[in-house]
């Protein structure tokens, strides 16, 4: 019997294969194992798949076309209905909302505002027929999860106009995150592509290619994109205006992740495993793109999920000042434009409700790319 046999004992069968479970895992199984014992990442890895999730099913899940076509005339800047299920006249097995009457009042200036009408109950009613949509951009449905019978029903009330600030938010989402995505792949293919020839070749391409990096890294957002929405002709679609600031986060968002890519292929690029390919007849392309990229490809993916709430804030920042995205398109920069009045912050406060999504979106991506930073890094303190 050994020295350690006689300490700690004979080694258990579970505790055998656990250890080889360690030592066969892949670089994946072993991030994915330190991923699921930070708590923070993973209580916030389910929240931002919650938020991806509504933002795809947004025409499903919102009850009304977040467009002036869904508004309702009707209920402008109306405060956020609630079902209950009881009321000064008792309770019931079904949610329901109050109908509410509209009139100007004389002690608000005539201003309009909302009389409920207690002893009048809108049903809660599932999987009703309402505006037309095109899920995922081209499967037709009239179908939307709730409604109520009888009239419309605003969770988070409305705007000025009368649209619904809750399908609106989820579709706000939807297109935050379709921008990011377009600009982080964008970067994305443009860093591993400059990053890979710099970092694989080195010498004067390395330096030329540094000193454009150098270049674009100085170039300032504001005043490109103020120089940008100054050419753009005002008859712009909405979705031309969406592809153009997508492609230009994109265009200007490469640089930090080109120069990781090439300081790893710096390091790895005299490996004995690239020599070997080499002599073997592999072209740089092939060995960029099937030995030394694949060889840090978590990294770059921690990377690219740490990219996503700068892409997503940028977006955001630009729409909020009037040089991203504007209506008739939701996006979170462009419901926080309606925000930003005296008004609006004394009366209708149910305006900011996005802001709570836009913070939690944002804060729900750090914690995760933090997580899988640390899950990456195996001298990591939280692993020890």
Not at 75 to 86: K, L, M, S, V
Not at 352 to 368: D, G
Request: charged share 15%; with cysteine; aromatic share 12%.
């Amino acid at each position: 019997m050994t020295s350690e046999a006689q300490t700690n004992g004979p080694i258990s069968t579970e505790d055998q294969k656990a250890k080889e479970a360690y030592f066969t895992a892949s670089q994946r199984q072993l991030i994915w194992a330190r991923f699921k014992k930070q708590r923070t990442a993973m209580i916030a890895a389910v929240v931002l798949i919650v938020l991806v999730v509504s933002g795809i099913f947004a025409p499903f899940l919102s009850p009304y076309d977040p467009t002036i076509a869904g508004r309702d005339k009707d209920y402008t800047n109306g405060a956020p209905q609630i079902p209950q299920f009881c009321d000064t006249n008792g309770c019931s097995m079904r949610p329901f909302i109050h109908a509410v009457e509209r009139e100007r009042s004389l002690a608000t200036n005539f201003r309009w505002v909302t009389k409920v009408n207690e002893d009048k109950r809108l049903y809660v009613q599932w999987f009703v027929k309402g505006d037309k949509y095109e899920l995922f951009g081209f499967v037709p449905g009239t179908v939307h999860l709730f409604g109520v019978e009888g009239g419309k029903i605003h969770l988070f009330g409305t705007d000025e106009d009368g649209q619904d600030i809750f399908s609106r938010t989820l579709h706000a989402v939807w297109t935050s995150l379709q921008v990011g995505s377009i600009g982080v792949f964008i970067a994305f293919v443009l860093a591993l592509i400059i990053g890979g020839v710099a970092g694989y070749y080195g010498g004067w391409i390395d330096s030329v290619i540094q000193m454009v990096t150098d270049a674009v890294r100085t170039v300032p957002a504001i005043p490109l994109f103020m120089a940008i929405a100054a050419f753009m002709p005002p008859e712009l679609s909405a979705e031309a205006r969406f592809f153009y600031i997508s492609m230009i986060l994109g265009l200007i968002g490469w640089p930090t992740l080109a120069r990781r890519v090439r300081t790893h292929l710096l390091t790895e690029r005299n490996q004995e495993y690239v020599l070997a390919a080499q002599l073997c007849g592999a072209s740089p392309g092939h060995t960029i793109r099937r030995h030394l990229l694949p060889s840090f490809t978590s990294y770059i993916i921690v990377d690219l999920v740490i990219s996503f709430p700068y892409m997503v804030l940028s977006e955001t920042a630009l729409s909020f000042i009037g040089l991203g995205l504007k209506d008739p398109v939701s996006s979170l920069g462009v419901m926080l434009q309606k925000a930003t009045s005296a008004d609006v912050m004394l009366n209708y406060q149910w305006y900011f409700i996005p802001v709570v999504f836009f913070i939690v979106l944002v804060m729900a991506f750090v914690f995760v790319g933090d997580g899988l930073r640390d899950a990456a890094d195996p001298y990591s303190e939280s692993h020890k």
